[in-house]
Structures are given as C-alpha cells and as structure tokens.
C-alpha cells in the first residue's frame, strides 16, 4: 500500500515522510527535493525550473509527471511508497491516479492538519541544512546542522512573497484534490500541530494496521 501524503507547507509532511520511511522500510518520493535537485543542473531546463521554485509557482506538469514516471519505473519490486508533494492540482491527480492504476498500485491518502497561521509561522522561521537538506525549526538554535556539519541556510523559497504564492497554490489548486480523495473515502486526517514526536507517533498508530494487512 503507498501512502500520498498532504499537508500546506510547514505541516511537517518532509520530516514525517522520512520517518515513515524508515519505519516500514518504503521508498520514498519527495517531489520538491526531486524539482530542486533538477532546478541546480546547469542547463536550459535547470534554469527554468529554478524560476519557477523561487516564486513559489507551481512546476510545469509535465516535468514532474516525466520525473514521478521515472521514479516509479525504477522502484523495486513489491516496496511500497510514499509520495510527498504530488498531486498538487487536479490535472496532476488525474494523470497520477491513472499511472498508479496501470502500474497496479494500491493507495491511501493522509492530510496532515496544521492552520495558515501557524504554517506561516513555521515557514518564516525554519532553516534547512546546506549540505544535507535536513529541516530544523525555530527552536533550533545553533548554526551547523546536527547530522552532518553542515551550515544551517534559509531555503530560497522560504520568503515572504514566494511563501505567499506557494500558500495560495495549496488552498485554491491542492485543496480541491485533498477534497477528491476525501470523497472517496481515501483520507486519513492526522493533527500535525504537535511536536514530531508526537506526530509522528499519531501517524503510526492510524498507519501500521492498514500497512500491515498487505
Ligand atoms: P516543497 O518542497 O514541497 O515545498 O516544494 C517546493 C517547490 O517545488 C514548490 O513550491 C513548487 O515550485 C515545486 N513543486 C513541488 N511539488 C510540485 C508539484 N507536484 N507540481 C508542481 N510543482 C511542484
């Protein structure tokens, strides 16, 4: 069973996601580190990409459904996924749920919850580590990031007028497709307001039945 996980930015849907990842041993499909890897390539599509992430608008549908295809043509056999970031409009729900259907994948949703308010919070304070892209929130206090070393840096994307856009994306195009899925009774609501402990704690108690039954 894979799992697409939803959630407006800062709801913790990265950090959560990797630890899903290790706990059920899943592979792991994080569209916006896929796009800003591509977005660093020196090259005509590299550059374009970068543009577009660095206002906060949503990336050309077709480039992230070649990259999600790629990904799914690679993955292993029998390992579930989790999909972080995708679909973010319906047409990308469309396209994504037929290729999922023809490469006879079963799913569930999970929105993790989390106000504007408190979202824009997180955004505008949180820092990412340079080296290897781990996120640290407000109440992290030193400058290197604990893992690697790596200096601790401010994404591009995380300023106010980009946050702006990238929030009114989630809630005119994102939140339709969150609504679809509700309606056919693939959704999961999880409160993602708490500490990651705890959320993450949530998440596994909803998920290990269902992951589990396979
Ligand atoms: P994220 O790391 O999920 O906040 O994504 C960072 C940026 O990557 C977004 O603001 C978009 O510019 C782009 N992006 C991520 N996922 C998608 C998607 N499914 N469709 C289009 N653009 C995306």
Redesign the pocket.
Known sequence: MDIILFGI?GSG??TQGKLLKEYYNMSYF???????KL?SEDSDLGHE?KK??????????E??MKI?QNFLSKVSEGKSIIF??????MI?AETFAKLLDDNNRKYKAVILELSKEEALKRLTQRRVCSKCKEVYPASYQKETCEKCGGKLIT?T?DNTE?IK??LD?FFTETIPVINMFESKNKLIHINASGTIKEVDKNLKEILSPILKQQ
């Open positions: 930015q849907k990265g994080e569209t916006g580190a896929q796009l800003r977005a990409v577009i992430i660095e206002a906060g608008h949503l990336v050309p549908n480039i992230v999600v972080d970031g995708i679909p973010r409009n990308q994404r994307d980009s856009v990238r994306a």
